[in-house]
């Protein structure tokens, strides 16, 4: 299992990301308190997967290098973003292995904002848009 | 004589309306008066997502200035550079909106991608939004009444009537605690005045005009556009897993679980 890693990108963050951080219009919250540069790649066992309102979210226990687990909490868009971009309530459930590229917490706490989520089978989804590229290296 | 198909579907709804009419009318529900939608312009039932630019969007519509009345003017620009400062630093300062406070009016209009949906009949509009859920009816050809008989909230009372094919909807009673355009403060003797029109089959457009005696030098006007989401299908929006909270210092954060 590959331990949390960081990459930069110069890349935008993308749709539900970018559209709220974009626009003057009002979104549910800011996204400041979330990297928007830098992201972590975590693989681990979803524990919860809430499709709920105002955001979804996915919980995963992630083993570190040294065999600990940590675990992260990531925000995803709404409901309503998500499915109107491909995705159902039933694609994530607990006890399944995924890996998260996500825009970290600001305040180094394990959480953030998802960029692209790779399934057990492969798959991959958006937060509120296609799947994005890879990230760009540092 | 022959009879065209939009004809035919004009003259449907016309019978269908009457009959909804009737069927108000035998419940004793007051409304029969106000005339069926006559044109098809004057149709604007369905979902609609906001639309900013791209192709079919309107050219834009760049908003008029904002001047506000002294003191209102320094506490804006003094919250504003509070909250871009905060921004900037990755601890952005709680909203109504973080705290799934509901946005009301005008706000609700546009909040980020969410679509709002709109059911018309012969004697109301009720605007319905997918984010939070929220509802606003407007009421069609009533009189409005006078802004210190109606109790301040988060909708105050609308009424409209038909301008050609412009709905002008009259809203008064918004509670200055509802959060404003571009988080402009506002007093209880807020008007905010849309002009809803059809601009294409399927564009729809909202210039939304704030008036404040109180606190703006002079009204202020922005537009919104939306695009027609064919058989749409309004998403549940009930905010009861709020992870966002708000710490000591005003700022609001990320809930993380433990496990």
Known sequence: ?138 | MTTSPSARRIGMARIATAMVVLAIGCTGVAGAQSPPPAAAGRNISGAWEPLRGGPGAPPPTPPSPITLKAPYAAEWQARRSAQDEATRKGEPLATGGSQCIPYGVPTMMSIANYPVEILQTPAQVTIITEAFSEVRRVYLDRPQLKIDEVPPGYYGRSVGKWDGDTLVVDTIGIAPKVAGYQSLPHSNQLRVTERIRLTGPDVLQDQVTLDDPVVLEKPVTYTLAYKRLPNYEMVEFVCDNNREFTDDNGVVRMKVLEK
């Open chain 1, 1 to 138: 299992m590959r331990s949390p890693c960081m990459y930069s990108s110069r890349r935008l963050l993308i749709a539900a990301a970018v559209l709220l951080l974009g626009t003057p219009l009002a979104a549910h919250h800011s996204f400041a308190m979330f990297d928007s540069v830098n992201k972590a790649t975590i693989t681990g066992t979803v524990t919860r997967f809430d499709w709920t309102n105002p955001h979804v979210f996915i919980e995963l226990d992630v083993a570190g290098t040294n065999g600990e687990v940590k675990h992260w909490s990531v925000e995803l868009g709404s409901p309503s973003i998500l499915q109107r971009s491909g995705w159902k309530f039933s694609d994530v459930k607990p006890g399944q292995k995924v890996t998260a590229i996500v825009n970290p917490l600001r305040d180094g706490r394990p959480g953030g904002m998802l960029y692209r989520l790779t399934l057990a089978d492969g798959s991959m989804r958006g937060n509120g848009g296609p799947p994005p590229a890879d990230p760009a290296a540092r």
